[in-house]
């Protein structure tokens, strides 16, 4: 038994290992049929060979228009918006209202305080961390950046906006190489800049990235003020808003004031309507003559007025070489309170002391002048002298105003 069992490993390990063939595949036999031929003659022989028909494609569903998914975009959610279109009727769109974007890109991000981690356990005098309650998605950022974001604007402009001096100091100061942006002087004022991603020192001191807000103010002003803030001897009408900058400074803390200007003068004899910014497109836009905005004065007379010199206001007169004439003139009824006699005269071109002249040159001697409406905007009746207001949309509207 053992001679067997060691013959039969012996063979086992010395003999060549035997490949066992796997038989080929059948292929299915392909029926054919000859085809009988119309001559006597030999021919080739024609095979009829005919195949299954492919199997129909399925049909793609069609969409479903209540459905709540968009195959265009891989079944990604699709959340209709609800609004009210201009007609006063409500529809649906696809895309959030460009008003909530606006208001929400500019309100304060809300923020949440996290648990205090282990590290910050260490530090006692450490504050827990704090993030943002929300992120909001590329393609909202993207929208508000083309839509809302204010474009790079001029140099020159900046540095007004931001209070460092009127826009003429501020291209000599440009010109003067007192400026950087991004560690290089420049010398050009028409260079775009923005200053929010842009580093600009102005004689060695860092602009903030923060501008100031835009200011739109209506002031009654009072006899003896002058339009200007150049001349320290003289009172300004920007000195009736330092309690109004204090208010505005602890509102918007850690964000420079906002270099105050007035659209237009008065004269230091005239009171009335007097409109401050810090917005210099707004300023050349309602004072542009393209604007074509009408003043509106109360001229007080001393003497008497009769209709000829109403008739030689209304005829005009000569203004820097330009014949001015009045829109209308109109004598007011007497008051009580008041003895002399008032005119209402409304003008259009606003040109130096142009009101006075055309009384003037009447034969008549104003005793007082008040302007009390510019374009669409009248001085409030309630609203003391050396007062303000702050302009709303509507107002701004009023006066012309299309941004």
Not at 188 to 214: E, F, S
Not at 220 to 229: E, Q, V
Not at 264 to 286: E, H, K, P, W, Y
Not at 356 to 369: D, F, Q
Request: charged fraction near 25%; hydrophobic fraction near 35%; proline fraction near 9%.
């Amino acid at each position: 038994m053992a001679a067997t069992v060691a013959s039969l490993s012996s063979s086992l390990l010395f003999s060549k290992p035997s490949l066992t063939l796997r038989p080929f595949r059948t292929l299915p036999r392909i029926i054919t049929s000859s085809l009988p031929s119309s001559s006597s003659s030999p021919s080739p022989p024609q095979f009829n060979i005919s195949f299954a028909p492919p199997k129909p494609k399925p049909k793609p569903s069609e969409p479903d228009p209540f459905s709540d998914s968009d195959p265009e975009s891989g079944g990604q959610l699709i959340i209709p918006w609800i609004v009210r279109g201009e007609d006063g009727n409500l529809k649906l769109q696809m895309h959030p209202p460009a008003r909530l974007l606006h208001a929400t890109a500019n309100s304060d991000t809300a923020t949440t305080t996290t648990k205090v981690t282990k590290k910050n356990k260490i530090n006692k005098n450490k504050s827990s961390e704090v993030v943002p309650k929300s992120n909001y998605s590329k393609a909202a950022r993207r929208f508000y950046n083309d839509n809302f974001k204010d474009p790079p604007q001029r140099l020159s402009k900046v540095l007004a906006a931001a209070g460092v001096a009127s826009r003429r100091s501020s291209e000599e100061l440009i010109f003067g190489g007192k400026v950087t942006v991004n560690g290089s002087v420049c010398n050009t004022p028409q260079t775009r800049v923005d200053p929010a991603k842009d580093i600009i020192y102005v004689n060695g001191n860092r602009l903030p990235k923060k501008q100031p807000p835009k200011v739109y103010l209506a002031l009654n002003k009072p006899k003896g003020y002058i339009c200007s803030s150049g001349d320290k001897e003289s009172k300004s009408v920007l000195s009736l808003l330092d309690d109004y900058l204090k208010i505005l400074d602890k509102r918007n803390s850690g964000v420079p004031k906002p270099r105050l200007f007035t659209v237009g003068r008065l004269d230091v004899a005239t009171t009335g309507l007097i409109i401050v910014t810090n917005d210099g497109d707004f300023a050349q836009q309602i004072s542009h003559p393209s604007a074509n905005l009408s003043k509106e004065y109360i001229a007080v007379i001393d003497g008497d007025v009769n209709k000829r010199h109403l008739i030689a206001i209304n005829g005009g007169t000569v203004i820097e070489g330009v014949h001015c004439t009045p829109d209308s003139v109109e004598l007011l009824p007497r008051q009580p309170d008041i003895p002399r006699p008032r005119l209402r005269i409304v003008v259009h071109e606003g040109r130096k002391h142009e009101v006075r002249e055309l009384v003037k040159n009447a034969g008549l001697e104003i005793h007082s002048l008040k302007r009390v409406r510019i374009g669409g905007f009248r001085l409030p009746s309630d609203l003391g002298i050396g007062k303000h207001i702050e302009l709303k949309q509507s107002h701004l509207k009023a006066l012309g105003w299309k941004s």
